[in-house]
């Protein structure tokens, strides 16, 4: 089988070794390939679902609801509705996470300005 050795999946990817084994394990990755000797081999689909885990996660997404979408795309075309509903509502907090950080932002800006002027 062709594919990725794990620490090239991880180094891809920019998760942990151990974070790709606890993906695999609670089921947000799912179907990773294996070598006749048993080692885990990545593909290029396995990749292309990481980079989405790394945006939802770096965007704040709790894993349940990582879980869930995976799960929904895995169960077909039927569920994009709610997928997209899904992400909707995370892009959604995003945002607002956003707003907040520019405003923490400013604030920041402003006290260093206030510095500069001592």
Known sequence: MSGYAPSEAARRSGFSLDTLRYYEKIGLLSGVGRTSGGRRVFTDEDLSWLVLFRCLRDTGMPIAEMCRYA????????????????????????????????????????????YDRL
């Open 71 to 114: 799960e929904l795309a895995r169960a077909g075309d039927h569920t994009t509705d709610e997928r997209k509903a899904l992400l909707l509502r995370h892009a959604e907090r995003v945002e607002e996470q956003m707003r907040l950080l520019q405003r923490q932002y400013d604030h920041l800006r402003e006290k260093i300005r206030f």
